[in-house]
């Protein structure tokens, strides 16, 4: 029987699943990693950390299955597909290794050639890929290379995001795929191609970046000695795959107008599925290539929702559950207390990296319950700004689905349903990401006809929050006030940024 392996590549740990041709979960298998921070705002990792955690989840796997009681063996996958962390960039040389540790996503310190950059080519940058170059980007990892470390840049044979450089050396192929390369701010998302004009404007190397291939179409087959290192048998064909989030869309199973997902981990997500995308919200959105061939999806982000609750526990010296008994206490709305999410600055539809959180309208009568629940209602608040996005759009919400910790907790998926004023459908798989990644591969290799009957299979939707119309009219006047802070307080933060960016006047 058909299965497929997906192997998500995450900024902390690497997770890897396995389905059945009847969308069952077969085996599952994680294992972390460290991430390395040599100076303020810069954040690497080491490959080889990246490597063992792969070969360590397949090999896992691979005992599970030959080892349980399903009757099938590692001899039975049929396809790998892969999922990883978006825009970093990892500069390997002629014989495929790493030239220098990869500079990941949350890495901040090309902010002055980004600055150059948008002053160079913003209009075609927004034309083209619907970006305003920001540190995130993984073009701008590259100018910053190009710049402060020319010897790496004029030494590399090409530059891939990571999950492209652990799909090479499983493969020996060179390639790029559209979803992550969408958020690289090199990309025309129209011809789902690399931006060339862009390329020469900023005189960046045509030949850094290798083919760029849709998520389903097979990159490879596992090498002899990859299939060695990790477990499995040789000739297995590999995936392009896809970026965590758009192998998250497809795990929750966004893959249709309509349905649309919200999720709050460490941090908070909410996508939606688009056949064609509008340059309206750049720099409030993100546009993104679907793993879906053809097709895009938007994303509105919230760096630190997740985060920000467990930074409260953690100084509070309490755990999650305990906080949350106290929260339900206190009323829908908090009695006028507001959390700000924004322990790392701002996203949707504000992006600023000076943006940060806090409580607003504390008095003698608050308690620690009426801080949590706060707290988890501003997060609400902020990720129904992304769902304001997209009904600016237009795009249909037909059925509302929520994931990850955030939905794990009753008081806070139901604070979510309240907020957005819409019934919500709990996804019950604790790692879209790593599940999509599987789907792709099985529809890459027609274990799937397609990304409909896949997801009917294998994506299942556990109980509903149905939204009390009492405490969303309450809800409703409170996000009416929350969506004024950022607006009133932008000037604040810009203040207080540059008197934090210059410690001699401290």
């Known amino acids: 029987m058909s299965l497929a392996m997906g192997i998500d590549l995450g900024t902390s740990s690497t997770k890897t699943v396995v389905i059945d041709q009847d969308g069952n979960l077969l085996a599952s298998a994680s294992t972390s990693y460290p991430l390395e921070t040599p100076r303020p705002g ?54 495929g290794m790493p030239l220098r540790r990869p500079i990941l ?68 192929e060179y390639a790029s795929e559209v979803s992550d390369a969408s958020v690289s701010a090199m990309l025309d998302l129209a011809a789902r191609d690399w931006c060339g004009d862009l390329l020469d404007l900023l005189e960046v190397r045509r030949d850094l970046l290798p083919p760029v291939l849709e998520s389903t179409d ?83 982000c919230s760096y630190t929702c997740g985060a920000s609750m467990s930074w409260l526990s953690d100084q509070l010296g309490e755990g999650f559950d305990t906080l949350s008994r106290e929260a339900e206490g ?82 806070w998926r139901q604070i979510q349903a309240d907020v957005f004023g819409r019934d919500v459908r709990v996804l019950e798989v604790e790692d879209a990401s790593a599940l999509g990644a599987a789907i792709v591969g099985a529809v890459g290799v027609e274990i799937f006809p397609d990304f409909d009957a896949a997801c009917e299979a294998t994506v299942n939707l556990g109980e509903t929050a149905y939204c009390d119309i009492k405490r969303s009219r309450v809800y409703e006047i409170g996000f009416e006030h929350f969506s004024r802070l950022y607006p009133d307080l932008k000037d604040w933060f810009q203040a207080a940024g540059s008197h934090q960016s210059r410690p001699e006047e401290i």
């Open 330 to 411: 206190a009323p829908a709305g908090s009695e006028g207390l507001f959390f700000l999410p924004w322990m790392e600055g701002s996203a949707t539809p504000h992006p600023d990296t000076n943006a940060r959180a806090g409580w607003l309208g504390l008095t003698l009568r608050h308690t620690r319950g009426h801080m949590t629940r706060a707290l988890m209602e501003g997060v609400a608040y902020d990720l129904r700004e992304s769902l304001e996005c997209f009904a600016s759009l237009d795009l249909p919400l037909h059925e509302l689905r929520i994931g990850e910790g955030g939905a794990r907790s009753g008081l």
């Open 105 to 172: 996503w949350l890495d901040r310190r090309s902010q002055k050639v980004c600055e150059s950059a948008n002053e160079i080519a913003g209009d075609l940058l927004t034309a083209k890929t619907f970006h305003v170059l920001n540190p995130i980007n993984t073009l701008a990892k590259i100018l910053w290379v190009k710049e402060y470390e020319p010897d790496f840049y004029r030494n590399a044979r090409t530059c891939l995001i990571p999950k492209d450089w652990i799909r090479l050396k499983m493969t020996g």
């Open 42 to 95: 810069w954040a690497e990792q080491d490959p080889d950390e990246w490597w063992r955690a792969i070969c360590s989840t397949t090999g896992d796997i691979a005992c599970q299955l030959n080892e349980g009681t399903s009757g099938r063996t590692a001899n039975d996958i049929d396809g790998i597909s892969l999922s990883g962390h978006m825009n970093g960039a990892v500069f390997a040389g002629h014989d």
């Open 218 to 300: 097979i990159a490879g087959r596992l090498t002899g000695r990859a299939a060695e290192e990790m477990g499995l048998p040789a000739g297995i064909p590999v995936c392009a795959g896809g970026g965590d989030v758009a192998t998250l869309a497809v795990g929750s199973g966004v893959i249709k107008p309509g349905v649309i997902n919200v999720g709050i981990g460490t941090a908070g997500h909410a996508i939606a599925f688009a056949e064609t995308i509008a340059e309206t919200p750049v720099n409030q959105l993100w546009p993104m290539c679907h793993c879906v061939p053809g097709a895009y999806f938007w994303l509105g």
